[in-house]
Each structure stands twice: as structure tokens, then as C-alpha cells.
């Protein structure tokens, strides 16, 4: 329903714009529609795919993705625009090698904190190549320059730290550094600062600093309740700039009112419980981790987006995910959306639901595989084998049989005790000497076969018992 509207807003709020720009107002859209089936391909490859191969392949990736953010600093190589050189332009289509970065970054660090923490390492061996690795992404990007994707790629190492259960301190003293690294980037390059300062000041600057913010407001205050209605708004008419993309929750708020506003919220809280609910019930800790941490990643971008557009944060680039016009932020987000659904198609009930030949249409008309049940590492079945063992000072002392079988024992002895006793008094009569001793030997009889029974069922009560 996100990738629908989304589309649905692109082709409202682009078709001036694209129009003036190349004569045909399907321009942007054809390019929006083209990227959302890429991503859906990606999302249907990624559910496919097997858990081992994603995390046999996440380094890999997570490298080529860093040669990328080499590549497109270099002059001819990456493209300049909007003084950013960010873009890589292939026959009129442009791809962002940062949000392939994003998603590198995340399956990677996520593979490796499940592993390490499957491993109870150190402090120290789990952040030692987290962080460093993301510290050299962080840079890249910011070479380019980029705050936007800056500030996502440290939601994901938050997202990451967070819901690894890692110590307060690492993710408080991280979230100081990313705002630090924030705030020293946005006082940095003169355009950035001026947007800081239209901020926290809206009215010192309103035809220039401060104008795409206030336009935005106006475009929200004037739809109302009920909005103008699907493609009546006037902000895209060259009052509001990027419309399409950075600002498109202004054109929502204009044209489908404060109903539609609300409505694309509670698509993104439905979105957010039905990640962290994959996530819960998740048994294999690296996809719990990157459910958790997608979701997460996800549902922070979105909150900063509508954040600047209603004024409460300064602008910072941050596109709407799945709604705003972007190609390559819209194929990376379905991208993850397939492993999310490949995640709820490997929890335990999904899985015995699956393998038990239960009749399921999804999986028949898609032609997905059977998921493999998680099987934890033999350091996670040895942990779980010692805790299953009982203490040692809960078990019976040595030489005191258990309690169940001791019952039967006790009265055999004393069935056994009374044999002797009546074979005693017997053997006064005639010949009691003979009498004695057949009355002993049948008594041992018994009593051997009545102790042999016991032990028996002793044992079968310590096994089934």
C-alpha cells in the first residue's frame, strides 16, 4: 500500500515539473515506475534467498559497495549535481551508491554482532569492526557531501548497537557522536548552516533561506481536513521546490488533507508492528537483528522527513522511504522489505506450518522454496544442554535411590522381612527341617523376582518419568 501511494503521489506531484523540464509530464513517473519494478524483482530475489547465502555474501557486498563510494568521488566518474557529486548517470538513469552502502552496511553489521554475540566475545572484538567499517562509510559519504544519507547510515549503526544488546554506555556514547558529527556537519558548508538557521529562525530569511519551509506550511494549511483532492493542489506549481521528493508529504497534506496525513501514518505504524512482530518471533538472531534493525532504519528516515516538512527538525535531504521520488532508495527499501517477509517465512510456526504440507496459495503462485528450521551453532546447543542440566545441588545424594522407585522397594522389604517370620513358625511341625527349607527357597524365589520387577520399573520411571 506504501509503494502505491507512493507512486500515486510521484505522478501528482512531478507532472509539472517534469513537463517543463522534458516536454512530458510522465517523465519522472515512467522513471519512478521503471526503479519500483527493479526493487520489486529485488524483493522477490531476497525472499527467495536462502538465510546462509545472505550472510555468506554480506561482506562481500558490503565491499563492492565501498569501492562504489570511492568511485563516485572521483571527477567523470560520479556525477556533480546540486553541489554534491553523488550520482552515478547511465543512459539518462542515476543510481545513489550510498543507499547501496545502507544496505550493505546493515546485513553485514547484523551478521556479524549475531555471530560475535553467538560467540560471547568481547566488548572490544564486536565493536572493533563494526564500528571502524561504518566509520569509513560515514566519510565517504560525507566527502560527497551528504547529511541526508549520513544521518541514515547512523540510524542503522544505532539500529544495530540498540538491538544487539549491547551496553547502555556504547549506545549512548554512539548517539552523542552521531549528533556531534550531526551538528559539525550542518555548521560546516554554508548551505547546510543557512538551513539550520532558517530553523530556528523561519521568518529572518522567507524568499530564500527560509522559503521552502514556509511554502511547505502553507501547502499543509491550506489543504485542511479534507485536502483539495487528488491532484488539485497548487504548491507543485513551481511555489514548492522538490515536491516529488524531499517536501511530497506536503503535497499529501495538501491534496488529501489531514485525513490522507493521518492515513500514510498509520501505514507506517502498521509497517513498524509488523517488523518488530517478525523480529519477536524470529529464532535465528541475524534475522531478528536485521528485522529489528530495518524497521527501525525505515521508520527513523520517515520520522525525519515529515519532521523537517512540518517544521519541527531543520531540512536535512532525508527522503520519505517508498513515497518520495527516488529510485534507488525505492528498489534498496523493497529490497529489505523481502528479506523482512523472508524472515516471517522462517519463524518456527511458519516453518512447521510450511513442512507439514499445509496448503498455502502465496507460496504455490510465487514457487518459494520450503524454509530450513534454524539450527542454532553446536556452541549454542552446548550452552543450551548445560543450562538443561540439573544443579548439583538439586540431585539426590549418592547411594539413596530416587524418590518414585523407592516406594515399591520399601514395601518389598517388607513383604520379603515377613516370608522368614511365617516360614519360622511352619517349622515346628513334622519334618520342618524340609518344610524350612522349600518354605526359604520359594520365599527367595519371589522375593528375587519381585525385586528384579521393582528395579525394572524404577528404571522405566527414571526414563519416562
Known amino acids: ?59 562481500t557486498s ?8 570511492v568511485l563516485v568521488l572521483i571527477p567523470g566518474i560520479g556525477n556533480l549535481a546540486n553541489g554534491s557529486r553523488k550520482w552515478f548517470v547511465i543512459a539518462g538513469f542515476s543510481m545513489q551508491p550510498s543507499e547501496l552502502a545502507k544496505i550493505a552496511f546493515a546485513i553485514w553489521g547484523a551478521h556479524l554482532l549475531a555471530a560475535r554475540r553467538m560467540e560471547r566475545a568481547s566488548l572490544r572484538d564486536m565493536l572493533i569492526p563494526l564500528v571502524p567499517a561504518a566509520v569509513v562509510a560515514l566519510a565517504l559519504v560525507v566527502a560527497q557531501p551528504d547529511l541526508g544519507q549520513t544521518v541514515s547510515l547512523g540510524i542503522i549503526l544505532l539500529g544495530l548497537l540498540w538491538y544487539a544488546g549491547l551496553p547502555l554506555r556504547v549506545f549512548v556514547s554512539s548517539l552523542a557522536a552521531v549528533f556531534v558529527a550531526g551538528a559539525i556537519l550542518a555548521m560546516s558548508a554554508g548551505y547546510r548552516s543557512d538551513r539550520v538557521r532558517s530553523w530556528l529562525d523561519p521568518e529572518n530569511d522567507p524568499q530564500d533561506t527560509g522559503y521552502q519551509a514556509r511554502q511547505a506550511k502553507f501547502a499543509l494549511a491550506h489543504g485542511g481536513i479534507f485536502g483539495d483532492g487528488l491532484g488539485q493542489g497548487v504548491a507543485k506549481w513551481n511555489y514548492l521546490p522538490n515536491a516529488h521528493n524531499d517536501f511530497i508529504f506536503a503535497i499529501i497534506g495538501e491534496e488529501l488533507g489531514l485525513v490522507g496525513a493521518l492515513g500514510l501514518l498509520g501505514l507506517f505504524g502498521l509497517f513498524a508492528y509488523t517488523g518488530m512482530r517478525i523480529a519477536r518471533r524470529s529464532a535465528d538472531p541475524f534475522l531478528r537483528l536485521l528485522t529489528a534493525t530495518t524497521t527501525f532504519w525505515v521508520l527513523g528516515q520517515a520520522f525525519i522527513n515529515i519532521g523537517y516538512v512540518i517544521g519541527m527538525l531543520p531540512v536535512t535531504g532525508l527522503q520519505l522511504p517508498l513515497i518520495s521520488a527516488g529510485g534507488t532508495s525505492t528498489a534498496t527499501t523493497l529490497f529489505m522489505i523481502g528479506i523482512m517477509a523472508n524472515a516471517a517465512r522462517h519463524e518456527p510456526e511458519a516453518v512447521a506450518a510450511l513442512r507439514a504440507g499445509r496448503d498455502d496459495k502465496v507460496n504455490r503462485l510465487l514457487r518459494l522454496p520450503l524454509p ?8 549454542e546447543a552446548f550452552r543450551d544442554r548445560k543450562q538443561a542440566r540439573p544443579k548439583p545441588g538439586n540431585s539426590p545424594p549418592a547411594g539413596k535411590p530416587p524418590r518414585k522407585p523407592a516406594r515399591p522397594q520399601r514395601s518389598q522389604r517388607s513383604q520379603g522381612s515377613a516370608l522368614p517370620r511365617a516360614a519360622d513358625r511352619r517349622a515346628h511341625g513334622p519334618r520342618g527341617h524340609l518344610r524350612l527349607a522349600g518354605e526359604h527357597h520359594r520365599a527367595g524365589q519371589r522375593h528375587a523376582g519381585r525385586r528384579h520387577t521393582g528395579r525394572v520399573r524404577a528404571l522405566e520411571g527414571q526414563r519416562y518419568g
Open 1 to 59: 500500500m506504501l509503494t502505491t501511494l507512493g507512486l500515486i503521489m510521484v505522478l501528482s506531484a512531478s507532472g509539472v515539473r517534469s513537463y517543463g523540464a522534458d516536454g512530458s509530464a510522465w517523465v519522472i513517473f515512467g522513471k519512478q515506475v521503471l526503479w519500483t519494478v527493479i526493487g520489486l524483482i529485488g524483493c522477490y530475489a531476497s525472499l527467495r534467498m536462502s538465510v546462509r547465502l545472505i550472510r555468506r555474501m554480506a561482506f
Open 62 to 69: 558490503y565491499a563492492i559497495t565501498i569501492i562504489l563510494l
Open 372 to 379: 530450513q528450521p534454524y539450527v542454532p551453532s553446536r556452541l
